[in-house]
């Protein structure tokens, strides 16, 4: 295995262990009215935010310059971008670390002690059917579950620079088998956790709540160092990319 193709599995398998979206699928999973309908969104949804983030990540690099573009590879606008990236997963990983330190709890929006931030509150206040709390017709619920997908792995600080990584990272490499090898390996490892929910929810209807209680339980600080040590490992190789392919003038 290349190092691109290590550096991509590793940022799948921080996708993979990221509690944010499995949380928030269960939770999803366990709505009263129309519980398989809304897992099946919320996973659409997920799916289609990995999509986009990862194609930010594609397009970023054949702006920037990347041997698949057949662009200059030393040029500044790409040794920027590596050093943006390496610096946002750098940031991410010393971040999970820290939650898991302090044993900070994983953000579940089903619990009453939660407490969104001001942005989602803002956002709430003008759209009352974003709240995951609010009692919306069924159709509306089956909306809400799927923007939430697409939120929580296109949209979501902690997820989405991952997987503009990874979307930089496949274009890095000249070979196309390899590429094509490199996107299908982060595709199937990243989907899981969106996926997930509907799986539980088909084979076994109604065991989402006791299912998430464990899961946080275990990830609250397992996940979080597995991630932060995925993260550093990955922030450390484009960072040093970054300055191996530095221009010379």
Request: net charge positive; charged share 15%.
């Amino acid at each position: 295995m290349s190092t691109h193709l290590a550096v991509i599995a590793t940022l799948a398998l921080a996708l993979l262990f990221s509690p944010e979206t499995l949380v928030l699928g269960l939770v999803v999973a366990s709505d009263k009215k129309v519980p398989r309908q809304a897992t099946l969104a919320f996973s659409g949804g997920a799916v289609v935010g990995i999509a986009f983030a990862t194609g930010i990540g594609v397009g970023v690099a054949a702006l920037t310059g990347a041997p698949a573009s057949g662009a200059d590879h030393g040029s500044w606008p790409g040794f920027i971008v590596r050093l943006l990236i390496a610096a946002a997963l750098l940031a991410i990983g010393i971040r999970r670390a820290t939650g898991a330190l302090r044993h900070k709890p994983i953000t579940d929006v089903s619990k009453p002690e939660h407490r969104p931030g001001k942005l989602r509150t803002r956002l709430t206040a003008r759209f009352p059917g974003l709240d995951p709390k609010a009692d919306l017709p069924d159709h509306q619920r089956i909306t809400r579950a799927a923007m939430a997908g697409f939120a929580v792995c296109g949209l979501h600080p902690k997820v989405f620079p991952i997987a503009i990584a990874a979307g930089h990272q496949i274009l890095q490499i000249g070979d196309r088998p390899e590429r094509a090898l490199g996107a299908v390996i982060f595709a199937v490892i990243a989907v899981v956790p969106a996926l997930t929910p509907t799986v539980i929810e088909m084979v076994r209807p109604g065991a989402a709540d006791r299912i998430k209680e464990g899961y946080e339980r275990v990830m609250k600080v397992h996940g979080r160092w597995i991630v932060a040590v995925l993260l550093l490992a990955a922030a450390l190789f484009v960072g040093h990319g970054a300055f191996e392919h530095m221009p010379k003038h």
